[in-house]
């Protein structure tokens, strides 16, 4: 089993639409949690952070995590065809750099005009 | 340079020929990681370095994958005798020193590899 389930997709909304993304774990030891966006034939780049449970915010972008249910989600309000790109969830139990990131693998989204 | 420099961008090999990937991570960052990406698994961790300490080299699938990373800056990626399942796109990503988990990590725009 992975440390970190997430539903491929492809996932493909109409501009505007609300978009949920979601990871599950099993590893308990992990606290930090991000998002990475992925263009087509680009590498990830960070798009959300979040320290243990709780939501974060920011701009059309909110993350949240619910360590209880070992559940992490992304939400994109008012989505524009630029935010077509995969999206993986990062997760690191410990807080130096000396902890690997475990990703899930990645949700493929489309936005259509 | 300004980011994390890989190469090559694509590299098509024969089977059970060796291959070696470069990675020029941004210049000051003491933590370089190996990722490969292919589909249906993510990224898989490979290996990490961190300054001069012993690499973290777990993820490493097999003893035909091998990696060192000289002088503290360029790293490289050497799989041996590929095999069709190495098939994918490789990843390089650095920190800066006293990066924590906040701290985005760079990400080359990987090489791919295909293995005939």
């Known amino acids: 089993q992975k440390e970190v389930e997430q539903d491929p997709g492809p996932l493909s909304v109409p501009e505007g639409a609300i978009v949920s993304l979601n990871c599950t774990y099993s590893?308990?030891?992990?606290?930090?949690f991000m998002w990475y966006r992925q263009y087509s034939r680009k590498g990830p780049e960070l798009l959300m952070y979040?320290?243990?449970?709780g939501n974060k915010e920011d701009g059309r972008f909110t993350a949240q995590v619910d360590k209880s249910s070992k559940y992490i989600s992304l939400f994109i309000r008012d989505s524009q065809p630029s935010d077509s790109a995969t999206y993986l969830c990062a997760m690191s139990a410990r807080e130096t750099s000396g902890s690997r990131l475990t990703f899930g693998e990645g949700t493929q989204l489309t936005v259509n005009p | 340079g300004a980011g994390v420099s890989q190469s090559p961008s694509n590299k098509v090999t024969e089977k059970g020929k060796d291959v070696e990937l470069r990675c020029d991570p941004i210049s000051g960052h003491t933590a370089l990681y190996w990722y490969r990406q292919s589909l249906g698994q993510g990224l898989e961790f490979l290996i990490y370095f961190q300054g001069n300490s012993a690499p973290d080299k777990s993820g490493l699938p097999s003893d035909r994958f091998s990696a060192e990373r000289t002088g503290g800056s360029v790293s490289t990626l050497t799989i041996q005798r590929t095999q069709q399942e190495d098939s994918a796109v490789y990843l390089c990503?650095?920190?800066?020193?006293?990066?924590?988990?906040?701290?985005?990590?760079?990400f080359g725009q990987g090489t791919r590899l295909t293995v005939v």
């Open positions: 990503a650095s920190r800066p020193q006293g990066a924590t988990a906040r701290t985005e990590a760079f």
């Open positions: 979040t320290y243990s449970s």
């Open positions: 590893n308990s030891a992990f606290q930090y």
